[in-house]
């Protein structure tokens, strides 16, 4: 690991101070991702900006019936709350299936959104990758990418995101509050994380310098009817090769309600519009709801090897959708 400065922040805008003016700064919570990537030489940051100490630690109700997150929330924290276990299962469950609980403990709701992937050639340094060294090519495109990205990649980069808690996120409309040198604002989600597009290097629309402070979860009937399933190579806490996210309202037999975001499957977490936009309305039953799923299916674009993500991201969100509809219509 290279020589680095260590700067513990006195505050928001300390910190934000701070990073802004070292190009290759960055802000640091529980570590459990940033320092593996030191380890390795693919992060080389010349200081670290401590933001444990800032007052961000706080779960909160909102007026709306909503919850606030604080980004030094830990992911054991989160998980636990009784808030987000009675109106959002999915996300307690997500985080549950993301690590285990010694990480859980240290990591926090901030890092959790930003992990890097876990793609072996971003992690290897002798490796062509575009995302580590622009204009240096992606390895993974004609190399080994069986777990890597159906949906959304381009020429430059076929990574996946890891997040299994930005999957979650996603499908509930998530609010991210950020901090910068510019002063506050908010980035919904889907919309933190980006595609690969011709920057690969770029994770999110994060501008340098900015801090997240918070998540902001809106009030939302269907998600207290849902769940998070994560298909992976060991019954550990392996990264996915296809997660799912999803809420089902059913009224009178028929969709009222339906959020799904999938996992393992792209560059960000990837919201399904087309099977939401399909299902709306229609009747609660597997003829529906497969055809749905076969419609957003239809938009992926498999590699040579990762062809086998289609029928099992079909098979994982057909159970899923209808369990949750059964469950939905009887409540």
């Not at 006195?10 to 940033?34: E, I, M």
């Not at 985080?95 to 290897?124: E, H, I, K, P, W």
């Not at 009747?283 to 076969?294: K, W």
Request: hydrophobic share 40%.
């Amino acid at each position: 690991m290279k020589p680095f400065e260590y700067v513990q922040a006195r505050d928001r805008d300390d910190a934000v101070a701070h990073v802004r003016n070292a190009r290759s700064a960055r802000f640091l919570g529980g570590g459990t991702n940033l320092v593996d990537l030191m380890r390795l030489e693919v992060e080389t940051p010349d200081t670290l900006v401590d933001v444990t100490k800032l007052p961000l630690h706080d779960i909160e109700d909102m007026a709306d019936g909503g919850l606030r997150i604080g980004a030094a929330v830990t992911n054991s924290e989160l998980a636990a709350d009784h808030r987000v276990r009675e109106r959002y299962p999915m996300l307690a469950l997500a985080l549950l299936n993301g690590a285990s609980g010694q990480l859980r403990n240290v990591a926090t709701v901030g890092g959790n959104l930003l992990q890097r992937t876990r793609c072996d050639y971003f992690q290897d340094v002798t490796s062509a990758c575009n995302k580590r060294e622009p204009g240096s090519g992606c390895s993974a495109i004609d190399g080994e990418h069986r777990n890597l990205a159906i949906f959304g990649w381009s020429e430059n980069c076929d990574a996946t995101h890891p997040s299994d808690m930005a999957v979650a996120l996603a499908a509930l409309d998530a609010r991210v509050l950020v901090h910068g040198p510019a002063g506050a604002r908010v980035i919904p989600m889907p919309g933190l994380h980006r595609l690969p597009g011709d920057e690969p290097d770029r994770d999110t629309e994060l501008e340098h310098g900015e801090l997240i402070t918070g998540v902001e979860l809106a009030p939302l009937p269907a998600a207290r009817r849902s769940t998070y399933r994560k298909v992976r190579e060991r019954a550990s806490f392996s990264f996915a090769i296809v997660s799912v996210a999803a809420a089902v309202d059913v009224v009178d037999g028929e969709v009222a309600d339906v959020r799904v975001a999938l996992g393992g499957v792209a560059h960000a977490p990837w919201r399904a519009r087309v099977l939401e936009d399909e299902l709306a309305g229609e009747p609660a039953d597997g003829r529906h709801v497969a055809a749905a799923v076969d419609a957003e299916l239809a938009h992926a674009r498999p590699l040579r090897d990762n062809a086998y993500k289609v029928p099992l991201a079909r098979a994982v969100t057909l159970r899923t959708l209808l369990d949750l509809s059964e469950a939905s219509s009887r409540w």
